[in-house]
């Protein structure tokens, strides 16, 4: 890891990883950003918006890739993770649609799917830097605990314990998906950066994931080997 950031607030969050994005952007136009969905990364989303509406910082050449999608609901359901992206980031700047990708939880072939949108990052060139957050049982996108680490983009089933943390954007646990897409382990740690926000309520987690031992279950804690990783960790919840 290359550095562990303290901040007091998720806004303190949110304004330095926006900061550490602009300065990318602003150095290669046509970055490709890995981006992540969640409660973390609302913060690092609402200052980018800022900065382009007041500071005119230009996203028309940037592509995006998503971590995930959750198997089963169409892009306009509320919950997706396409309508979560357009609410807190894409409807807010200029860029361009058909430059941000997410898997298609919907696709009839799900195998190909994966397969799709494994060539789509490659075709890409890889990603330049990849936002994260961490899950509660250490998953990064949805990689979940399992006996050895993804190496390619994959369909997963979710763990109880994901579910159960997921339940608060939904009605109730049971009207959360089951299956998601996620972008796999390798493409991951292939980003050139890493930056991963997390908040107080992460703190365990995160240092399991930071000083444990290298662990696929613990699927965070690859992170350790990457040579290019910034963490931003608010004290506030």
Do not use: C
């Not at 009207?175 to 050139?192: F, G």
Request: proline fraction near 5%; aromatic fraction near 6%; charged fraction near 25%.
């Amino acid at each position: 890891m290359s550095e562990l950031i303290i901040v007091k607030t998720t806004e303190d969050m949110g304004r330095l990883g926006a900061e550490m994005i602009a300065s990318e952007v602003m150095g290669n136009p046509e970055i490709v950003l890995g981006l992540a969905t969640g409660s973390s990364p609302v913060s690092l989303y609402k200052e980018l918006v800022r900065m382009h509406k007041e500071e005119g910082l230009d996203f028309s050449g940037v592509r995006t890739v998503n971590l995930d999608e959750y198997v089963g609901l169409p892009t306009d359901h509320p919950q997706s993770y396409r309508s979560f992206m357009n609410e807190n980031l894409f409807d807010h700047i200029n860029i361009d649609p058909s430059n941000t990708h997410l898997p298609d939880g919907m696709a009839e072939d799900l195998d190909g799917e994966w397969a799709r949108y494994d060539r789509l990052v490659d075709e890409l060139g890889g990603i330049e830097i990849q936002v994260l957050g961490i899950g509660p049982n250490g998953h990064i996108g949805f990689n979940e605990p399992s006996e050895e680490f993804s190496k390619h983009t994959m369909v997963v089933p979710l763990t109880n314990e994901t579910i159960e943390a997921n339940a608060r954007f939904f009605s109730s646990a049971s009207e959360v998906p089951r299956e998601a897409i996620t972008l796999d382990i390798r493409h991951i740690m292939q980003a050139k950066k890493i930056l991963l926000v997390a908040t107080k309520k992460k703190k365990e987690i995160l240092k399991k994931a930071l000083e444990g031992r290298i662990s696929s279950q613990v699927p965070a804690s690859v992170l350790q080997l990457h040579r290019d990783v910034t963490v931003i960790f608010s004290e506030e919840e």
